[in-house]
Every structure is written in structure tokens, then in C-alpha cells.
């Protein structure tokens, strides 16, 4: 007589806790969560700006990421049957630097090979009187906000319901239509930010169990891409060490969307993630549906990709 697969849940817990910890509920309440708590940061801060101009919109960035670190740190890491915490202190600062390296590298990268196809060329000097504001708002701000909504929350919960697959592909896509709603997106844009950028990042994270290295990779590479090199961030134009523009066909140049947009991220995303998914596959870091585990998600976060 085969003996029942164990269940993720004790047979002891009140319904409404067995209820609570189910994979897709606690999806639910963390999203609830962390964006009441994004949203009401702005909302109570426009209301008792700190600083005026440029120093109001810094200080309420710095505001917003250390809030919604502290909302995740004390409740939302808590969620769910098996509670793990994506931001672990311990390797912290080593997978951040992984990351801002391996997206500074890949985005020079990118705009080398689309210069020498002609898609990017430098026109002249730029303009840095809003470095510190750019990093932030540009660069750090989505980094942390993006990564703990699409890794941290929507990767972690559909991964225990469905598997890594599953978990992967939905992510990627989720995060590649929310940027429709970018300046200059269109379909084709959002499918590429889905099969590069939403491939890349849950990649990385697949691959340490942790927000850092994302987080990391994903402000380097906006920063690079808009503050260094004057290439549109999600079709968001900002300015750059230098003044660029971008010529030849879309599927090449990304258009005015930007690079992200174009083949040649794609391609290089794709290399990556490749490398990223096997490093995962090695540490044992890839995991079937809930409907075919003999228990929930257990892992330890890596301290170093």
C-alpha cells in the first residue's frame, strides 16, 4: 500500500492559518502590502515634504526603499508556510557588487556592439548636474521597488504553487507588459523586456535565493545605461556622461524605448540567464510544483554568485 505524499501544512493548524499560508493567498497579502506601503510613503510625504526641489525628491527615495525594506524585513518575509527571507543581511554587500558589476558589464557590452553595428553613436558631451538624483530615482528606487515585487513576492509565491518554470515564465512576462505603461513602449519593447529582462533577473535570483543580486544587477544596469551612456531607461530619456543618439531599425536600435528593446539585449540577456539558470540547476536551486513535492521550499540564500 503506498503511503500519502506528506502535505505542506500541519494537520493541527486552524483552517484560516492553513488558509493564510497558501502559496497564491500570501502572494496576495504581500502585494496588498507592499504596495499600500509604497503608495502611502508618497502620499504622507507630499504632504510634509521634507527639503524642497532636487534634496525633496532624494529624501523621499531614501524614505520609500528603507520603509519598504523594514515592511519586508518585519511581516512580509514572514508570510506564507515555509518563511525565508530574500534579504539576508549575510552576503549582502557581496552579491549587490556581483550584481552592479555583471549589469555595468553587460550594458557596456550592449552599447559596444550597437555601436559598431551603427545603432549608437556619441554625439557629444553630456550633462551630470543631476548625477546623485538620477542613481536614485532612475537607478536604485525601481531596482529595489521592482525586485521586491516581481522576485520577492510574485517569483517567490507562484514558484512554491508551480515550480521554478513556471515561476520564471510568469515573472518574465509580468514584468515585461507592466513597462507598456513606459513612455514609448510598444508590443514588441514589452516582449523583449520580458524575454530578456524578466528572464535575466528571476535567473539571478534563481540562482542565489536572494534580492541582492538583482537588485544589484538591475541598478547598475539602468544607471549604466541612462547616466553614463544617454541610452532611454525603459523609454524614460534622461541625460547621460555623454550625448548619443540611435539610428537604424527598431528591432536593432530598441527605437525610443532604447537598447533594452533591441536584439542585441536580448541576445546578451539570454546568454546570461543561461548561465545564471545552470548555476541554479548545480546548487539544486530548481523546483517542481507544489502537487509533486513531498514538502515546501527549503533553501539557504547564497552568499556570492
Same mark, same amino acid.
Given at each position: 500500500?503506498?503511503?500519502? $505524499?506528506?502535505?505542506?501544512?500541519?494537520?493541527?493548524d486552524?483552517?484560516?492559518?492553513?488558509?493564510?499560508?497558501?502559496?497564491?493567498?500570501?502572494?496576495?497579502?504581500?502585494?496588498v502590502?507592499?504596495?499600500?506601503?509604497?503608495?502611502?510613503?508618497?502620499?504622507?510625504?507630499?504632504?510634509?515634504?521634507?527639503?524642497?526641489?532636487?534634496?525633496?525628491?532624494?529624501?523621499?527615495?531614501?524614505?520609500?526603499?528603507?520603509?519598504?525594506?523594514? +515592511?519586508?524585513?518585519?511581516?512580509?518575509?514572514?508570510?506564507?508556510? $515555509?518563511?525565508?527571507?530574500?534579504?539576508?543581511?549575510?552576503?549582502?554587500?557581496?552579491?549587490?557588487?556581483?550584481?552592479a *558589476?555583471?549589469?555595468? #558589464?553587460m550594458?557596456? %557590452?550592449? +552599447? &559596444? +556592439?550597437?555601436?559598431?553595428?551603427?545603432?549608437y553613436?556619441i #554625439?557629444?558631451? &553630456?550633462?551630470?548636474?543631476?548625477?546623485?538624483?538620477? %542613481?536614485?530615482?532612475?537607478?536604485?528606487?525601481?531596482?529595489?521597488?521592482?525586485? !521586491?515585487?516581481?522576485? &520577492?513576492?510574485?517569483?517567490?509565491?507562484?514558484?512554491?504553487?508551480? &515550480?521554478s @518554470?513556471?515561476?520564471?515564465?510568469?515573472?518574465?512576462?509580468?514584468?515585461?507588459?507592466?513597462?507598456?505603461?513606459?513612455?514609448?513602449?510598444?508590443?514588441?519593447?514589452?516582449?523583449?523586456?520580458?524575454?530578456?529582462?524578466?528572464?535575466?533577473?528571476?535567473?539571478?535570483?534563481? *540562482?542565489?535565493?536572494?534580492?541582492?543580486?538583482?537588485?544589484?544587477?538591475?541598478?547598475?544596469?539602468?544607471?549604466?545605461?541612462?547616466e553614463?551612456?544617454?541610452?532611454p531607461?525603459s523609454?524614460v530619456?534622461?541625460a547621460? !556622461?555623454?550625448?548619443?543618439?540611435?539610428?537604424?531599425?527598431? @528591432?536593432?536600435?530598441?527605437?525610443?524605448?532604447?537598447?533594452? *528593446?533591441?536584439?542585441?539585449?536580448?541576445?546578451?540577456?539570454l *546568454?546570461?540567464?543561461?548561465?545564471?539558470?545552470r548555476?541554479?540547476?548545480?546548487?539544486?536551486? +530548481?523546483?517542481?510544483?507544489i @502537487?509533486?513535492?513531498?514538502?515546501?521550499?527549503?533553501?539557504?540564500?547564497?552568499? $556570492?554568485?
Amino acid at each position: 500500500m503506498t503511503e500519502p $505524499k506528506p502535505t505542506h501544512y500541519s494537520a493541527g493548524d486552524p483552517l484560516w492559518i492553513r488558509v493564510l499560508e497558501y502559496p497564491l493567498i500570501a502572494l496576495v497579502l504581500a502585494t496588498v502590502l507592499a504596495v499600500t506601503t509604497y503608495a502611502s510613503a508618497y502620499f504622507l510625504l507630499s504632504y510634509n515634504p521634507p527639503m524642497s526641489g532636487a534634496m525633496t525628491a532624494i529624501s523621499e527615495t531614501i524614505m520609500v526603499v528603507a520603509l519598504l525594506w523594514v +515592511v519586508y524585513k518585519l511581516v512580509i518575509r514572514h508570510f506564507g508556510d $515555509k518563511p525565508h527571507d530574500d534579504l539576508p543581511l549575510a552576503g549582502a554587500v557581496m552579491l549587490t557588487a556581483q550584481g552592479a *558589476a555583471l549589469g555595468t #558589464v553587460m550594458m557596456g %557590452l550592449i +552599447v &559596444g +556592439v550597437a555601436a559598431l553595428t551603427g545603432a549608437y553613436a556619441i #554625439v557629444g558631451p &553630456g550633462d551630470t548636474r543631476q548625477f546623485v538624483l538620477t %542613481l536614485l530615482l532612475f537607478a536604485i528606487l525601481p531596482a529595489c521597488w521592482e525586485e !521586491l515585487l516581481f522576485r &520577492g513576492i510574485f517569483f517567490r509565491w507562484l514558484e512554491e504553487f508551480g &515550480g521554478s @518554470w513556471f515561476a520564471l515564465g510568469a515573472t518574465s512576462l509580468l514584468f515585461g507588459f507592466a513597462h507598456q505603461l513606459n513612455p514609448n513602449a510598444t508590443l514588441m519593447s514589452s516582449v523583449f523586456m520580458a524575454a530578456s529582462g524578466g528572464i535575466l533577473l528571476g535567473a539571478s535570483y534563481m *540562482a542565489t535565493r536572494s534580492l541582492w543580486l538583482p537588485i544589484g544587477l538591475h541598478a547598475a544596469w539602468n544607471f549604466v545605461q541612462g547616466e553614463v551612456f544617454d541610452v532611454p531607461v525603459s523609454g524614460v530619456d534622461t541625460a547621460g !556622461l555623454v550625448e548619443s543618439q540611435s539610428s537604424g531599425p527598431e @528591432w536593432l536600435s530598441g527605437g525610443y524605448f532604447g537598447l533594452e *528593446a533591441s536584439v542585441i539585449s536580448l541576445v546578451v540577456c539570454l *546568454a546570461v540567464s543561461a548561465w545564471l539558470l545552470r548555476r541554479a540547476s548545480q546548487r539544486g536551486l +530548481v523546483f517542481g510544483p507544489i @502537487w509533486s513535492r513531498d514538502s515546501a521550499l527549503t533553501f539557504e540564500p547564497q552568499r $556570492k554568485l
